[in-house]
């Protein structure tokens, strides 16, 4: 009867601590800074279309319905624009809100550092100008095939142009990743999945990491020594 306490004891140990590692399994967090520049004789960001009515605050920046932008922003480690380049912002930002300054935001975070230098991430969302608020992570490419998540987008204005914190955080669901090294997409016939629960089509436990990056994916390593518990307990 003591032997079969214990093991229920234990089996709930190894529940509760299942559930508490699979919340880090595979998730990915990237902290970055992107310059957004529409001044000057060097923008990053220059307005392409521009919507009925349209004016100009003094900045170059958009202030009208419809009003649409392209960027090639710089990403770097720190706020500083000199700190070290980690990739590019580029994509488009369109005035959609016939009430207040809201943009579309549709773009790609093209990372040129590390381990995932020449990865993408695809970000789309509703940025209301609030200070802080939150888009989608709707796919990526390379390291980051099939990603999900979201972005923590959080704007510091300076003067016309603006630097954007951001925090993106990219998981894999139910732990299974697409193999980066396969020459053709799942979906079209070729490549191979990885479906070990670890984050990582490696089968380390964890996905390549650069600067910025914190991986967490110690799943299997609670799993493993619970069972061992389990085991001596019983025998």
Do not use: C
């Amino acid at each position: 009867m003591a032997a079969s306490r214990a093991v229920v004891a234990v089996l709930l140990l190894l529940s509760a601590m299942a559930s508490e590692a699979a919340a880090d399994d595979g998730t990915t967090h990237l902290h970055l800074f992107m310059h957004d520049v529409v001044s000057g004789s060097n923008p990053t960001s220059v307005q392409i279309i521009q919507g009925p009515g349209s004016g100009n605050n003094g900045g170059g920046s958009s202030v009208s319905f419809g009003d649409t932008s392209v960027m090639d922003n710089a990403l770097t480690e720190t706020s500083s624009p000199t700190s070290s380049s980690v990739g590019q912002m580029q994509g488009v930002y369109m005035l959609s809100s016939l009430t207040g300054a809201v943009r579309m935001v549709t773009a790609n975070i093209f990372l040129t550092s590390g381990d995932n230098n020449g990865s993408t991430i695809a970000v789309m969302g509703r940025d209301d100008a609030a200070g802080v608020t939150e888009l989608s992570v709707i796919g990526g490419t390379g390291n980051f095939r099939m990603a999900s998540g979201y972005v923590v987008w959080k704007t510091a204005a300076n003067g016309p142009d603006s630097t954007v914190e951001l925090h993106v955080y990219i998981g894999n669901g139910n732990g299974t990743t697409i193999d980066a090294s396969a020459p053709v997409s799942p979906v079209d016939g070729g490549g191979s999945s990885s479906a070990s629960g670890s984050g990582s089509s490696s089968g380390s436990g964890s996905k390549p990491s650069s600067s910025g990056f914190r991986v967490s994916s110690g799943g299997k390593r609670v799993l493993a020594v619970a069972a061992a518990v389990v085991g001596s307990w019983i025998w």
